[in-house]
């Protein structure tokens, strides 16, 4: 069954990335791009200034110390919150001034992988993959979780992608760690977003699963030409398997290059050290 349809390291933040160095697609909008994007919480400046983009077909890593500023980033990108200052794009669409059925249009294309992987444990891994169709049909179907043969095969697909058809009838809490976040990772593909953000996908995963997550996320965004922003505290991770890599500290950019340059220097000026 198959699925449904990158600078050198410089003193100054480095902006874009020549197309020759990325799987971008040279005429398509950004998946997502921030523009000089700043946010205050009362006293604390959680974003500073901060522009970069995703383009699809791409796995950017963002990276930076704790209270760097990188879940402000999601928050703002699904305008859970709003910046003061600047703006965020979705697919070439602001989200500025978006409300109402416009907003949640955008937000149905976004797909969310978190760190504790967000399933029902006492459902299947195809009903939890099901859920990925919930903008896609009527809430009586939802509630009644008999979504039709065409969904049903779209989620199925999804599960065949990330190597777990085998498994679409098992309880989602009797799966491994790694399993349950491909799960998820098959949800989104099943909601057929088109932008990914993943905050921490595999923090909580052994090295193995946690490798195999990553680079499922990075060739279902190379196949599908799926724009995924992947926060990360493992930096060989982000080094191994991202495009590029964004790195904030206190709020501000003060990285965006491609992960193989991002060496032992880029390291010691992100997190102010150098590494083990």
């Not at 859970?80 to 907003?103: E, M, N, P, Q």
């Not at 992608?161 to 989602?172: D, S």
């Amino acid at each position: 069954m198959t699925a449904h349809p990158h600078l050198p390291l410089t003193a100054e933040p480095i902006m874009g990335t020549p197309l020759a160095e990325t799987h971008a697609e040279p005429l398509a909008p950004p998946a997502l791009s921030l523009a000089g994007v700043t946010k205050r919480y009362r006293e604390t400046l959680a974003l500073d200034d901060v522009s970069f983009m995703v383009h699809p077909g791409e796995l950017v890593a963002l990276v930076g110390p704790s209270g760097a500023g990188k879940s402000t980033v999601f928050r703002c990108l699904t305008r859970l919150v709003t910046a003061d200052a600047g703006h965020v794009a979705v697919l070439g669409t602001r989200l500025d001034d978006l409300r109402g059925s416009r907003l949640r249009e955008v937000r149905r294309r976004i797909g969310l992988i978190f760190q504790q992987f967000n399933l029902i444990g006492r459902l299947s891994a195809l009903d939890n993959v099901l859920a990925g169709r919930l903008g896609h049909v009527s809430t009586l179907r939802v509630a009644t979780r008999l979504f039709p043969a065409e969904d049903r095969q779209i989620a199925l697909a999804a599960l065949d992608r990330v190597g777990l058809l085998e498994k679409a009838y098992q309880r989602a809490d009797s799966l491994s760690g790694g399993q349950q976040q491909r799960v998820a990772i098959a949800r989104v593909l099943a909601q057929q977003s088109r932008v990914v953000l993943a905050d921490e996908p595999v923090s909580s995963l052994d090295p193995s699963s946690a490798a195999n997550v990553i680079g499922v996320l990075r060739d279902i965004a190379r196949e599908h030409r799926i724009g995924v922003l992947c926060a990360l505290h493992q930096v060989d991770f982000a080094r191994d398997y991202a495009d590029r890599i964004v790195a904030l500290r206190a709020g501000r950019l003060v990285l965006d290059v491609p992960a193989r340059h991002f060496d032992d220097a880029a390291f010691a000026r992100v997190y102010g050290a150098t590494a083990a």
